[in-house]
């Protein structure tokens, strides 16, 4: 008699959020690491969805800012030495390319656009000059992947709750509280995460 209510009140509690309750996995999305994902790698890590489909998925960490700079990582860009702004960790794979972000209302040249203004782009000198500041351009050294059918796995297990990115939350003023902000609820969490536990059983 009990059950019913029950699982009425976990699905208001998710529809109300729009968190997970359809996971709609896709390019311009955001994973927001649940309290589940523990260790130094991805724990309170937001990453925005560069590309996803049966083969896999790519993204980009959006709140790890690093203690370094991106002509640290690049000193033959001589360009980069006059941008202003930090370097950010993107992720475990290949640290040492650098990817960029650019917001803009003209789409670049070789650009891949990643949601409403928001494009991927090259680091390129070009691009600096035009775009010198963080609050539109920002470099990751790495980026976060998953081969076929893992990050599947990963929201099965309750790993990750899936937001619409921002320019916002992408482009923050405070990288580092993104992930608190975006972070659901208590309530919400403990009913997502029942909902995660019942579709397992």
């Known amino acids: ?13 998710l529809l109300s959020f729009g968190a997970n309750a359809d996971q709609g996995l896709a390019k311009g999305k955001l ?16 990453v925005l969805l560069l590309h996803y489909d049966e083969s896999g998925a790519i993204g980009l960490v959006v ?10 990582a690049m000193p033959d860009m001589p360009a980069l030495a006059d941008y202003e702004g930090t370097l950010y960790w993107g992720g475990p794979v290949q640290q040492y390319a650098l990817r960029a972000l650019l917001r803009t209302d003209v789409e670049p040249e070789h650009a891949l656009r990643v949601f409403g203004a928001v494009y991927l782009v090259p680091p390129e000198d070009e691009l600096v000059e035009h775009a010198s500041t963080a609050s539109t351009l920002r470099f990751y050294v790495g980026y976060a992947g998953w081969a076929a059918g893992q990050l599947d796995a990963e929201m099965d297990r309750g790993s990750w709750h899936v937001l619409p990115a921002t320019e916002k939350s992408v482009f923050a003023k405070e990288p580092g509280e993104v992930w608190r ?9 403990a009913a997502i995460n029942a909902a995660v ?5």
Do not use: I, S
């Open 181 to 189: 902000q975006l972070l659901p609820p208590r309530e919400y969490r």
């Open 31 to 46: 994973l927001v690491a649940t309290d589940d994902v523990l260790g130094p790698l991805f724990a309170e890590t937001v």
């Open 63 to 72: 709140n790890r800012p690093l203690d370094a700079t991106p002509a640290d």
């Open 1 to 13: 008699m009990g059950t019913f209510p029950t699982v009425l009140t976990l699905a208001v509690c």
């Open 197 to 201: 536990l019942a579709r397992m059983r």
